[in-house]
């Protein structure tokens, strides 16, 4: 297992309050990994903070929206400077609003995109050029199902989760000169806060399980593996 032994690398989660960035902390830490877990909320990361601590791991809660390209620049320097290197980015923070296309208004879609689409790519940038100067980073980008299928009710959101499919494809061929790896891991429907409603629907829960040869839904520790691979 030593090749995928993470001791002494640094992994930022975005995202990390909840759902799957808590998912991506927690398997993160337990390889090894030191972490700064992000939030737009600050308070709300204390709970993870604890727990990642409790394993032995160094940990630093910053305040981060991926909106507000100040805000990035700020948390890729406070990282820096706590750990002097940043090796892994877990690109997580993302959200949605379920409309109907018909009801989708001009700030709806400019929140989805900003967030998923803009948002990833400018935090991507910021610590990859953290990244070069030292020839070697690992980024997981966060994508969905939605960045390969299209589904009703979800245009602003699939629109943004099949762009950072392409913006994935796109980075990993700007940076692999530098030893930099550019990945998009994308679950599916998995049970978290922002689609925890959907399971709430029998039918639709039945129409989901049917097509997934194990005949259930993706658990949550299912992404351990693959964000560990990925950042390894």
Request: proline fraction near 4%.
């Amino acid at each position: 297992m030593s090749a995928f032994d993470l001791s002494g690398k640094v992994a930022i989660v975005t995202g990390a309050s909840r759902g799957l960035g808590q998912t991506f902390a927690r398997a993160l830490a337990r390889a090894g990994a030191d972490l700064v877990i992000t939030s737009r909320t600050l308070s709300s990361l204390a709970p993870l903070q604890k727990e990642m601590e409790s394993l032995g791991r160094r940990v630093v809660p910053l305040e981060l929206d991926v909106r507000d390209e100040g805000s990035i620049r700020r948390v890729v320097a406070a990282a820096a400077k706590a750990f002097d290197h940043i090796d892994i980015l877990v690109n997580n923070a993302g959200c949605n609003v379920r409309k109907k296309a018909v009801d989708v208004t001009w700030d709806d879609w400019n929140l989805i995109l900003d967030t998923n689409l803009r948002g990833a790519f400018f935090v991507a940038q910021s610590v990859a050029k953290e990244m070069i100067p030292r020839g070697r980073g690992r980024i997981i980008n966060i994508g969905s199902v939605t960045s390969v299928f299209g589904y009703a009710g979800l245009g602003p959101y699939g629109a943004s989760r099949g762009g950072v499919r392409q913006l994935t494809m796109s980075l990993a061929a700007d940076w692999g000169q530098h030893g930099i790896t550019v990945n998009c891991l994308a679950p599916g429907w998995f049970k978290t806060d922002q689609n925890k409603v959907m399971y709430e629907d029998p039918e639709w829960v039945a129409y989901l399980v049917e097509r997934i040869p194990m005949g259930r839904p993706g658990r949550l520790e299912d992404l351990e593996g693959p964000v560990i691979f990925l950042a390894s």
